[in-house]
C-alpha cells in the first residue's frame, strides 16, 4: 500500500514539474527585445540633432540685408517702371498716326512725338542704371535668374529704341529713302515696344523681384 501511494506521487509529480517550469520560464521572459530601444524619442532627438549639424544651412534660409543705396535705387527703379507700358502705348499710338498719315509729319504731331520718345529713352536709361546696379547686389538672392532676364529684355528694348531713333527719316527730299527709313524706324520700334513689354510683364505677373 506505501509502494502504490509513493509510485501515484511521484507520477504527479512528473506531470506538473514541465508545466511549472514553462509557467517560470514564461514569467521570466524579457518584456524588451535586444534590439528595441530604451529611450526612443532621446534617440530621434539625438539623430535629428546629427543631421542638423552636418547640414547647418538647410534647416533655414539665409538672410541677406541690402543697403541703403540698393533700397532707393529699388525704389526708383520701380516708381519710373510705372510710366514704362503708357510711354510705350502712347509712342506706338502717334508713331502709327504718322506712319499712316504723311501729312501729319508736318504738324505738332511729330515734335509730340519725338518728345514722347525721348522720354521713353530718358525712363529706360534710369530703369537700366538702378536695375543693373541692384542686380550685382542681389546675385546671391532668390529670383536671380527672373531679373536676369527681365535686365536682359529691358537693355535690348532700350538698346531698340536708340536703334529706332537713329533711323528716324529726316529728309522727304528723296521718297525711296525716306519711305524705306520710315519703314525701318517704325519696325525697329515696334519689336522693342514688344520686347520691352515681354520683359515688364514677366516683372508684373511673377511677384516682382522676389
Not at 9 to 22: G, K
Not at 77 to 98: I, N, R
Not at 183 to 195: D, E, F, K, L, Y
Amino acid at each position: 500500500m506505501k509502494l502504490t501511494i509513493g509510485v501515484m506521487l511521484f507520477a504527479l509529480a512528473a506531470f506538473t514539474s514541465p508545466a511549472v517550469a514553462q509557467d517560470v520560464i514564461e514569467i521570466d521572459a524579457p518584456l524588451l527585445t535586444a534590439s528595441a530601444s530604451a529611450t526612443p524619442i532621446a534617440d530621434a532627438i539625438a539623430a535629428e540633432a546629427a543631421k542638423l549639424a552636418a547640414d547647418p544651412q538647410g534647416a533655414r534660409p539665409v538672410a541677406i540685408t541690402y543697403s541703403d543705396a540698393h533700397e532707393t535705387r529699388a525704389k526708383i527703379h520701380k516708381y519710373s517702371s510705372w510710366a514704362t507700358l503708357p510711354l510705350m502705348a502712347t509712342e506706338f499710338a502717334l508713331g502709327e498716326s504718322l506712319y499712316n498719315d504723311p501729312s501729319a509729319l508736318t504738324g505738332a504731331q511729330k515734335g509730340v512725338h519725338g518728345a514722347v520718345g525721348t522720354a521713353l529713352i530718358a525712363f529706360f536709361g534710369v530703369q537700366s542704371v538702378t536695375g543693373v546696379m541692384n542686380l550685382l547686389d542681389s546675385k546671391e538672392a532668390p529670383g536671380h535668374t527672373k531679373r536676369l532676364v527681365h535686365g536682359l529684355l529691358m537693355l535690348a528694348a532700350e538698346g531698340g529704341f536708340v536703334a529706332a531713333a537713329l533711323a528716324a527719316p529726316s529728309d522727304r527730299s528723296a521718297p525711296p529713302a525716306y519711305d524705306a527709313n520710315k519703314a525701318t524706324h517704325r519696325n525697329i520700334a515696334i519689336v522693342s515696344i514688344g520686347v520691352g513689354t515681354t520683359g515688364y510683364l514677366l516683372m508684373l505677373f511673377t511677384g516682382g523681384g522676389k
